[in-house]
Every structure is written in C-alpha cells, then in structure tokens.
C-alpha cells in the first residue's frame, strides 16, 4: 500500500514557474514507476509524464514536453514535476501515481494522491 500527497499547486501567471511535490508513505517506493497526470475541469484525465523506478527513463506528453520536467528522489521518498513557461491551458488539477509499470494510461497506475490545484492567468 502507497499513500501518496501532494503538494506546491498555486497560480501563477503565464510564463511563470512551479515545481509540485509528491510525497509517498511506505519502504517500497523504489519499486514503483511513478506518473503525474492532469484534469482540466469538463475534461478528462491526462497523462503528463512519467519516471522509471530508478529514475532512468521518463517520457512526457507532448502538450508538456521542453517545458516540464519529472524527478524522483527514492531517499526522500518523493517525485517532483518542474513545470516551466506555464501556459493558460495547463490550468488543471495535478495528480501524483503509483503502479507496477510505467503507462500513459490512468489504468497503469494503482495508487494516486489527491491532487493539487495549478492555476495559470493570462
């Protein structure tokens, strides 16, 4: 079992910068492939970009990709998403997940946290 926070959701203006915070309970946080997704409100859930176990390999969705950028520190028991140049469109709510295998799909993933709130402004 994995209980996962986050943390560091705000509003910022366009073109600004946030870095949000997932933090995790449990021994076995190194074992998970780690996720963060977003969902704008009337829309769905989408993945954002997701991290290896160790760290190794991360992919991103495209809509993010240059911009954002995911960690994880398997010490501190956390993964962090840097967002960068921040667009109105990426106003959403963010959330942190946890699985077995890396996948774009929310269906990968068998822990979330929360979620935190990211408000751009033009």
Known sequence: QVQLVESGGGLVQAGGSLRLSCAASGRTFSSYALGWFRQAPGKEREFVAHISRG????????????????????????????????????????????????????????????????????
Do not use: H
Not at 71 to 87: I, W
Not at 105 to 111: G, P, R, V
């Open 55 to 122: 760290g190794g390999s991360t992919n991103y969705a495209d809509s993010v990709k240059g911009r954002f950028t995911i960690s994880r520190d398997n010490a501190r028991n956390t993964v962090y998403l840097q967002m960068n140049s921040l667009k109105p469109e990426d106003t959403a709510v963010y959330y942190c997940a946890a699985g077995p295998r890396l996948g774009v799909l929310s269906t990968s993933y068998d822990y979330w946290g929360q979620g935190t709130q990211v408000t751009v402004s033009s």
